[in-house]
């Protein structure tokens, strides 16, 4: 024997040929590559995840202490905040809800593009770009079992990372932000909505599946990324836009509110306004739209509003989870059965 | 090697075509290369040698026909670990040392042989921790044929190989291969267009020629079965159907004849001329230089085609 070859490696694969078929070498073959090919990816994800969660404690932690802080003072109540001493105890809230709605959420809601884009999208492209596709295709295992293992390392860390970023955003949103003092955050925001719930886990898969099939289609490297960016852009449109559909709408009819400020009868507290405008004296409805340009509305005999209350945050997440994760499993199908050929 | 698979030749192609989108690159292909045997795939740039590589490393999907490798007619997972293929261009990840590119051979490939591979790798003095991305078009070449000696295949298809090594590792490596071949019955199919490097190494040939096999055959029964001749130019009456090229120089000519079919009665070369066995080298000109007949519907396709993946 050659005393170059370490010998646990060389007589390693022996007991495994002989407890399985020696045609079908085990996952753990293919999932030591795709975990040495991933490295950068699951160190970055961890890194980012580590941050990520450090920020949100840091924010819990501040909030909590000013409100404790707050509530012994009895400077909770915002009645009291035109008082100069409850003003200066309470601006150490701003700094981390500023942080919270300027920065967290916003940067939550890319993060299913950016995964689609740089995970995603470079998975296969590169495999065709290089010609690794051809190496893959040229060893034992079969390019469908490849491909799941390829598929499931980032996927799996995809999942965990997204998984954790959610529960850590919703936990602060709902403990701090929103039922507490200083930030206006109502969940149907533009900004907060992504960043809640199964939203982040569910937007994350599908950029990643659809990155994988562009990349399978397109096999160019940064082409693929492109594309990739665009149509999680165009999806995230196309979702939003039919968002108020996925739960039918509370329809209210109210009492006019006082003619001094128009027609301005409110929907309840962090509830999703989708319309809102006069009842007219025959029945009819009119749009506030409508209403600010003419005179129809001064004989209004109520006012009407269409909107999701808080408690319909819950199943309008899981309608778009199930039709995203739905969207993912076609793509995932796609794929493999084009690479399968 | 046991019995069955010495009786099912290695390669036998049956009305074997594969179409590209801008036309034919193979077509009408019928030939058999034997168990065992080192053949060579000759033919100019363009004529398909490529594609008929790919189609037998089942990286492609015959268009019209089929490929049967050791019998079999498509891909299957014991076919797989039999098989190994060195494409032309060597894709390898380049973000993988050399040691991780051959542990990745290790634990793809149930059969794995890291003494043969390290063997090859070690010949080149590579730096085992050095990236595939920094090493050179040879050095590259090196880890390719490592990863493919260590899966020690029943049939090693080998594209242009040798194309960018330096003499002595070329030497080193065709006897590394000769002698795998040697010692474990593999059957070795490589393309060349470097007539050289196969000379007194292979000993079955295949002539690619316009997306066609022009020749193919044991290389012996192939030489046997020509002539070369020098004459006078004034004197150069030959048989027509039996020249396969023929130039005038000066006074001088030569003729490249097929002598399968005897000569005797038709017409014998007198004592002006001279008559010896072409060499593999004057043969395979005598064929590249000759114009074949332009096969109906074939087109010449780039031999460096990197479309090698399987149409959906």
Known sequence: ?341 | MDDPTTMTPALEAVGLGRRYRGGWALRGCDFTVPTGRICGVVGPNGAGKSTLLALAARQLTPTEGELRVFGEAAGSPGQRARVAYVAQDKPLYPGLTVTETLRMGRELNPGWDQEAAQRVVDQGELRPKARIGSLSGGQRTRVSLALALGKVPDLLLLDEPMADLDPLARHQLMGTLMSAAAERGTTIVVSSHILPELDGVIDHVLLVQRGGIRLAGDLDEVLDGHRLLTGPAEDAELPADLVVERRVGGRQATALVRTAEPLEGRWEPDGRWESERPSLEELLLGYLRAPADPRPGTTPADDHHTDHEAAA
């Open chain 1, 1 to 341: 024997m050659n005393t170059d070859v370490l010998p646990d490696r060389a007589t390693a694969p022996a007991p495994i040929s002989g407890a399985r078929r020696p045609a079908a070498p085990g996952l753990r073959g293919l999932l030591w590559l795709t975990l040495r090919q991933n490295r950068a990816v699951l160190w970055t994800l961890a890194a980012l995840l580590v941050v990520v969660a450090a920020d949100l404690v840091w924010i819990h932690v501040v909030i909590r202490h000013t409100v404790g802080v707050l509530k012994r003072t009895g400077c909770y109540e915002p009645e009291t905040w035109s008082d100069a001493r409850c003003w200066t105890l309470l601006s150490p809230i701003n700094r981390p809800n500023f942080w919270f709605v300027s920065v967290l959420q916003p940067a939550v809601t890319a993060v299913p593009l950016l995964i689609g884009v740089f995970i995603g999208a470079p998975l296969l492209a590169q495999e065709y770009e290089r010609g690794t596709i051809r190496l893959i295709r040229a060893q034992s295992v079969s390019p469908v079992r490849w491909l799941a293992a390829r598929l499931a390392v980032p996927g799996l860390a995809v999942l965990v990372f997204s998984g954790t970023v959610a529960s850590l955003m919703t936990w602060v949103w709902w403990t701090d932000v929103v039922h507490g003092q200083g930030a206006f955050d109502p969940p149907f925001q533009f900004f907060t909505y992504p960043a809640l719930g199964l939203a982040p886990v569910a937007w994350s898969l599908f950029a990643l599946a659809l990155g994988v099939l562009v990349g399978r289609l397109v096999r160019r490297t940064l082409p693929a990324m492109f594309l990739t960016g665009a149509l999680v852009a165009a999806m995230h449109g196309i979702i939003r836009w039919g968002r108020p559909y996925f739960r039918p709408v509370v329809d209210e009819v109210t009492a006019l509110p006082d003619r001094a400020t128009g027609l301005g009868a409110a929907q309840p507290p962090n509830a999703w306004l989708i319309d809102r405008g006069a009842v007219l004296a025959d029945g009819s409805r009119v749009s506030s739209d409508t209403c600010l340009f003419s005179d129809r509305c001064d004989n209004a005999t109520a006012a009407w509003l269409r909107y999701h209350p808080v408690d319909h945050l819950v199943p309008i997440q899981l309608v778009e989870a199930g039709i995203l994760l739905a969207l993912t499993a076609v793509i995932l199908v796609v794929v493999f059965r084009r690479i399968r050929t």
